[in-house]
């Protein structure tokens, strides 16, 4: 688990490549943040699973989903004009519950309380 935070400690839009590679290099298959408390599960090839404590508190995922909202937190993110919480909770507004991300497809997928996949973004 050390490895893992040492390797998000330098994370940064601009890095966002090199900390997939990082996490490949460890094993990491892919990963679930999840937008309520921010705590994400890392899982390798076998399923075995790493999870990571809270890092901020409770955020009430809205149970009506609204895709356009999230894919415009996502840009205002991708474009730094957005913090974590803040997108977080823009997100949260949205009615995402998850993303996952796939190092080795660098994709991040965005799913619903229900868990439905609703779209994916090229990292």
């Known amino acids: 688990m050390a490895d893992i935070e040492k390797a998000h400690a330098v994370v940064d839009p601009d890095g966002v490549n090199d ?8 094993g990491v298959a892919y990963y679930v943040s999840h937008i309520c408390d921010g705590h994400s599960d890392f899982y390798d ?3 075995n699973k790493l999870s990571t404590a809270p ?9 009506q989903v609204d895709p356009k909202a999230a894919k415009l937190a996502l840009g205002q993110h991708g ?4 913090d974590y919480l803040t997108f977080a909770r823009q997100l949260a507004d949205a009615g995402i519950e998850t993303w996952l991300m796939d190092p080795r497809a660098r994709t991040c997928t965005f799913c619903c309380r229900a868990g439905e996949k609703l779209f994916s973004a090229p990292l």
Request: aromatic share 4%; glycine share 8%; hydrophobic share 40%.
């Open 19 to 26: 900390y997939l590679s990082a996490l490949r290099q460890l």
């Open 79 to 82: 474009r730094g004009e957005t």
């Open 45 to 47: 090839a076998a399923g």
């Open 55 to 63: 890092i901020h508190d409770r955020l009430t995922v809205a149970e």
